[in-house]
T-cell receptor
C-alpha cells in the first residue's frame, strides 16, 4: 500500500513569512497526526485529527499555527508568521481505526524540513 | 504519563545482537511499551510493542521484565541499515485515541 505522502520535502523562508505543508495519509486511515521535530530531539505532537475533527491540539501554538483536515482525508498545516524557532522537520502520520484498534501503529511520512532565516 | 529513560547512544558490531535498554519505572498496569526507530532523513517506523509478555516479530524481540519497570529491544543480527535513533515509548491514551510521546531516544550505530 502507498505510504503517507508529504510535500514539499524542503522549504526555506524568511522570518515573518507564511508557509503551508500538505499531507496525504494512507487511504482509509481515520486518524492523522502532525508532529514537529527540532534537530536532536524526538518528534512532538502538534495536533491530532480523527476524521475531520480535532482530538488534541493542546501543544499547537495557535497564535501562529493552524491545521485543517477537510473531508477527513488530506491535511494542511500552516505557520503564519514564521519565527526562527519554527525551523524543524514537520512530520505527518496516520493510523487506522479498523481491526484491533488499540494495537494499530502510526505510519509516518518522510517529513518536510523547514528552515526559517 | 509514564516516562522512559534510554542511553543517549550505543555502538554494535555488524552481525552481532544489538540490545537496547529502556527504563519505565512509573509505567501503569494498562500501558504498553512501544518501540519505533528513525533512520536518518526518514519518519519514525514502528518496530514492536508489548504489555507484559515477551514479543517477537520479523524485525526484533522485546523483553519486558516481570515488574514491567524496564525492557530491552533486541535486534538479533544487526546490519548497517539498522543504524538509527531508537525510541522507547510508553503509550498513553488520551480522549480515546492513541498518543505517542517521544523522548530523545538512543542513537544506535552499527559498525562494519
Amino acid at each position: 500500500e502507498a505510504g503517507v505522502a508529504q510535500s514539499p520535502r524542503y522549504k526555506i523562508i524568511e522570518k515573518r513569512q507564511s508557509v503551508a505543508f500538505w499531507c496525504n495519509p494512507i487511504s482509509g486511515h481515520a486518524t492523522l497526526y502532525w508532529y514537529q521535530q527540532i534537530l536532536g530531539q524526538g518528534p512532538k505532537l502538534l495536533i491530532q485529527f480523527q476524521n475531520n475533527g480535532v482530538v488534541d491540539d493542546s501543544q499547537l501554538p495557535k497564535d501562529r499555527f493552524s491545521a485543517e483536515r477537510l473531508k477527513g482525508v488530506d491535511s494542511t498545516l500552516k505557520i503564519q508568521p514564521a519565527k526562527l524557532e519554527d525551523s524543524a522537520v514537520y512530520l505527518c502520520a496516520s493510523r487506522s481505526l479498523q481491526g484491533r484498534v488499540a494495537w494499530n501503529e502510526q505510519f509516518f511520512g518522510p517529513g518536510t524540513r523547514l528552515t526559517v532565516l | 504519563d509514564a516516562k522512559t529513560t534510554q542511553p543517549t547512544s550505543m555502538d554494535c558490531a555488524e552481525g552481532r545482537a544489538a540490545n537496547l535498554p529502556c527504563n519505565h519505572s512509573t509505567i501503569s498496569g494498562n500501558e504498553y511499551v512501544y518501540w519505533y526507530r528513525q533512520i536518518h532523513s526518514q519518519g519514525p517506523q514502528y518496530i514492536i510493542h508489548g504489555l507484559k509478555n515477551n514479543e517477537t516479530n520479523e524485525m526484533a524481540s522485546l523483553i519486558i521484565t516481570e515488574d514491567r519497570k524496564s525492557s530491552t529491544l533486541i535486534l538479533p543480527h544487526a546490519t548497517l541499515r539498522d543504524t538509527a535513533v531508537y525510541y522507547c515509548i510508553v503509550r498513553v491514551a488520551y480522549q480515546g485515541a492513541q498518543k505517542l510521546v517521544f523522548g530523545q531516544g538512543t542513537r544506535l550505530t552499527i559498525n562494519p
